[in-house]
């Protein structure tokens, strides 16, 4: 396939690999920020390809990670109402709430709606008009334009059981809270190829710039990820610093306007808190005043009380890659995928949950 083979090459990857380690002179280490990377890189075991001075630790890019217990408990709430649908992607079903997870409301009789697309909330409002439904709005900001636009056809559907449970998230808040932690020792970073593609690359200009490390934006594939270091490594070594665009065939400077553009029309910047980290300031998405009346956690208040993540799990340090998965006490033990204690372990793009499956870590 187009755009996706050429990136996967063996040949490709490997000439990658050679210039990385003519280049690499002494210890480095470079956090990819999003849990997709963190998969492929697992997956595809690059590290190992890599030489043994660099160090690569995963980052907080997993939107199903970072969504608050309380969040969840709220959606769990809402489900086992009568008069309620709540609708989300699988990814969120098994994360553990204070007390159920979505799947296990939904197996004591909860209403929990597969979705593959925001919009296909909308129809099942359309088809369910004596209930109220409500779309789990979560992730970053490629996830934020598909849920600002549902609401705009919401709007326009002039839809009156629909509402939104939003805990959307933006990357550089996040970057600048793991910078200004002083038990950080990151290098350099791999910046998300598709939030790249939605913002641009402005903001992570600046990130460069205000904390004088090497940024790459970078694809998914493993040439991606492998370019992305190479970029990394190069300006590390000439004791360089600033923005490189490693994912060119999809991250245009200014990125994709008219996404940009419904997520601003709906959605406003406030602060957010992050499931394990806490709150980091200016990090989140809310409705804007005029979209308000879409807003679930107005309309359907939470009635229940929320508890941290079990005091077992350390995903906020995983997180922000002070430790590793496998340095967890519960890694693979009192938490697996079958079993979680935490978020990581869920979710597809969650590190605990790569490690368990693809790393010789978890042996
Ligand atoms: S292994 Fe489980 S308990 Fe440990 S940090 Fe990961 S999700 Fe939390």
Redesign the pocket.
């Known amino acids: 396939m187009k755009y996706i083979d050429e990136f996967c090459s063996p040949e490709a990857v490997d000439l990658c690999r050679r210039s990385i380690a003519r280049n690499t002179s002494q210890p480095w280490t470079i956090m990819e920020v999003c849990g997709s990377q963190t998969n492929t890189i697992v997956k595809n075991g690059l590290e190992s390809l890599l030489p043994d001075s660099i160090n690569l630790i995963h980052g907080p890019g997993c939107p199903v990670c970072v969504t608050p217990t309380s969040i969840i408990d709220h959606a769990v709430e809402l489900a086992l109402r009568q008069d309620c649908i709540v609708c989300s992607f699988g990814d969120m079903l098994n994360v553990p709430g204070s007390s159920l997870s979505l799947l296990q409301a939904r197996a004591q009789g909860g209403k929990v709606q597969l979705i593959y697309s925001p919009t296909d909330t909308l129809k099942i409002a359309a088809q369910n008009c004596d209930k109220q439904v409500v779309l789990l709005a979560i992730g970053f900001e490629t996830t934020a334009p598909l849920n600002a636009h549902c609401i705009v056809q919401a709007e326009q559907q002039q839809l009156r059981n629909f509402s939104v449970l939003v805990s959307q998230v933006t990357v550089p808040p996040a970057i600048r809270a793991i910078m200004s932690n002083p038990r950080h020792n990151i290098d350099a970073f791999l910046a998300a190829g598709h939030v790249c593609t939605i913002m641009g690359e402005s903001e992570y200009a600046e990130l460069a710039e205000e904390y004088q490390v090497p940024i790459a934006i970078t694809g998914f594939e493993p040439l991606d990820i492998m370019l992305g270091i190479n970029h990394c490594i190069a300006a590390l070594e000439q004791g360089t610093f600033g923005l490189m665009n490693s994912y060119k065939r999809s991250v245009k400077p200014t990125g994709n306007h008219p996404a940009q553009a419904v997520l601003n029309r709906v959605f406003e910047i406030a602060d957010q808190q992050w499931r394990g980290i806490g709150c980091i300031p200016n990090s989140g998405l809310v409705l804007r005043e005029e979209y308000k009346r879409f807003d679930a956690s107005l309309l359907h208040p939470f009635t229940g009380t929320s508890n941290a993540?079990?005091t077992?799990?350390?995903?906020g340090?995983?997180l922000q890659g002070l430790k590793r998965?496998s340095q967890?006490?519960?890694?693979?033990t009192?938490?697996t995928p079958e079993h979680?204690?935490?978020?990581?372990?869920v979710s597809s793009e969650?590190?605990?949950a790569a490690y368990y499956n693809y790393s010789s870590d978890a042996l």
């Open positions: 993540d079990a077992a799990c350390i995903s340090e995983v998965p967890c006490p519960s890694f693979g009192q938490c979680p204690l935490g978020a990581p372990m969650g590190a605990c």
